[in-house]
């Protein structure tokens, strides 16, 4: 780093102000980012109006801090009551509920609150580092790419699926369906509409996911009103270093795989952790405890991945102009109103501003983590709280949430509707988690397809040979053969010897 | 499998494999079996597989031996287990009213009934105790979404708070 690279990093470390603006934003980003429905886009661009006033810089360092603050604190609601805050934080639901469930609330918000820290640097560092070539590769991602990425994430409905994998596949291909619901994006046809004119706005994913999670949750945490409430061991915070260094390097590689999907433009944390999740329950060979049953692998991989993905999104929208989720979207057109223009002429012509970003999401990262874990015993008594006193208000925020999205009600009695037909799944065993892969990662398959198959003229060949032609594409093609070979019994058997094998090794 | 089935479960599977026909049917309309890059192919696939799913989801269900001998038993389980009266039942009936009443009523109005009747239901304290905290929970939530997050909350027509330096 040169020395004035490193005076611009330092600007707002040295100025009271801009470490104050730092510190309210993360603590305004924790803070929204826990109530569902309430998204950290959401959160951006309602702080951001406030900022077109102020100077430039004062506007970038408190938005540095909500965009942290917002991804990390969806996990606190999804970790204790199964209702993500933010789409990013579904994954971190799996196994830290079950976990809160057991009674260690405080520890599972404690791993994820370092692993994030953690997460969070590294995608700063990436952007500090590789910010040109990552938003060169990003570029050449072509649609079947994001195709292969999403089916990539499917696959996790193998591991989501509990007690049956047809259940799981059904409660995907449901998900798939209800993302496919409104006007078609490339022909602008009516889809699985009924014919209905209100249901051409399609339905919103976190709709879905509020009613799915949310509502539903309150419907079978009413039936256990007399059960005692599960006092929660919030007396050790900071996890031991033993845990952290253990899955330091999963962290690691769930960091860099949310960096590069943050990077790419159009996909963000949500999806990020999912793939991470993913690569968690098919790599940890020994996890603390089976996948989604409490797997502390499980909370560490889909947060250290959602927070690297802040980073990540910032590379193309430093270096191209290119947004790389919503809320970089909402950036840019802030960065336009305080008179920059996002692009490749921006860390030309103003290059102080992208070491001055980086400055501010390191120090959000600092306050990211004081905030986490000073925090966590107040939001760790919330699920101490009697289930008849927080149910209701589960309820009001599920309303206060979806009515936010667009402010429509249809969209309310969807949440209301989604809320009771969820009750039912979860009651017969179906898992709620596929559908939501389903829904959000449909239809970005569905679209992703099309086009490719588009550029191809409607030629199928040419659209698989471009497949193995082209190295991204390749590279995914042979990730996800392999994986799938692996789920097969033969691929099962095969790494069940190897495993043997390198164990009697290890005792010889 | 040494799980046996719950009581419903068996009729469940059924009603899911008519909804994934329906489904299909309605996926079939978008734009029949066209092209693979057809608006439709997706939906129609997607519906596929939750048809063959679900219908692979009955096949394992008769596999299972059910929990209940016969259908009286079935449908006593099911009102114990599933769908329970109290509290269920009376909840879910409180939160559908509270759907119905929030455009006529607003957000406020309606929140404090609902919040009113489901803690009284449901935690069966005094009436004091419950009338102060769904009064408390309805202003903090007012004062944490609508004054601070500026966030719009549904309101009703009738009823302007605007003029009252309240609202808007």
Known sequence: MEASALSYFLM???????????????FAGIYVGVIPGLSVTMAV?????????????????????????????????????????????????????????????????????????????????????????????ALDVAPR????????????????????????????ALGILIGMVGLDPITV??????????????????????????????LVQVRNLDKRVIKQKVDKILPSWNVILKHLPLSLRCSFIGTIIGALPGTGGDIAALLAYGHAARSVKKPSKPFGKGAIEGIIAPESACN????????????????????????????????????????????????????????????????????????????????????????ILSVVGTYSIQNSLTDVYWMLAFGIFGYFLKRYGYQIGPIILGVILGPIMDINFRRAILST????????????????????????????????PAGQRFTARRRLKKEAANIE | MTRRLRPGERIFGYAMFLFSLFLFYHAYQISGFSSISSAGAWPLAAAGLMALCSAAIIVQN?????????????????????????????????????????????????????????FWYLHRRGIFLTLALSFGTVIATYVVFRVLFKVILPEAEWLDLSALGLGG
Request: hydrophobic residues 55%; charged residues 10%.
């Open chain 2, 62 to 118: 008769h596999r299972m031996e059910s929990a209940c001998t016969g259908a009286r038993e079935e449908i006593h389980q099911f009102g114990k287990d599933i769908l329970p009266p109290h509290p269920l039942l009376g909840y879910l009936a409180i939160i559908v009213a509270y759907m119905l009443v929030l455009e006529p009523l607003g957000f406020n109005i309606s929140s404090f009934l609902f919040l009113f009747g489901s």
């Open chain 1, 145 to 172: 790419d994001y195709l292969l990425l999403a089916a990539l994430g499917l696959l996790l409905i193998g591991a989501l699926s509990g007690e049956s994998l047809a259940k799981g596949m059904f409660a995907g």
């Open chain 1, 12 to 26: 707002a470390w040295t100025d009271p102000y801009l470490i104050f603006l730092i510190a309210v934003g993360t």
């Open chain 1, 457 to 488: 003229r409607g030629d199928i060949g040419e659209f698989l040979l471009e497949l193995v032609t082209h190295p991204i594409s390749l590279i995914l093609v042979i990730t996800m053969i392999l994986l799938l070979i692996a789920q097969t």
């Open chain 1, 308 to 395: 690297a993905a802040v980073g990540g999104a910032y590379i193309p929208m430093l270096t191209l102009g290119i947004p790389g989720d919503a809320v970089t979207a909402v950036l840019i057109g802030a960065l336009y109103i305080h008179g920059l223009k996002p692009g490749p002429m921006l860390m030309i012509e103003t290059p102080h501003l992208f070491w001055f970003t980086v400055g501010n999401l390191v120090l959000a990262a600092f306050f990211m983590l004081i905030f986490g874990l000073t925090g966590i015993r107040a939001f760790a008594k919330m699920v101490e709280m009697p289930p008849a006193l927080l149910m209701p208000i589960i309820v």
């Open chain 1, 189 to 218: 046809e009516p889809r699985m509409t009924f014919g209905t004119t209100a249901m051409m706005g399609g339905i919103h994913y976190v709709t879905a996911m509020i009613g799915f999670f949310g509502v539903s949750e309150a």
């Open chain 1, 45 to 137: 661009s309602i702080l951001i109006s406030f900022t077109f006033s102020w100077d430039v810089n004062e506007a970038l360092a408190m938005m540095a801090g909500v965009f942290l603050g917002g991804v990390y604190g969806g996990s606190r609601t999804a970790i204790l009551l199964n209702i993500p805050g933010a789409p990013a934080a579904i994954a971190a639901g799996f196994d830290g509920y079950p976990l809160a469930k057991m009674g260690l609330a405080g520890m599972a918000i404690g791993v994820s609150t370092t692993v994030s820290f953690f997460g969070a640097l590294f995608g700063i560092a990436v952007l500090a580092v590789a910010a040109p070539f990552i938003s060169e590769l």
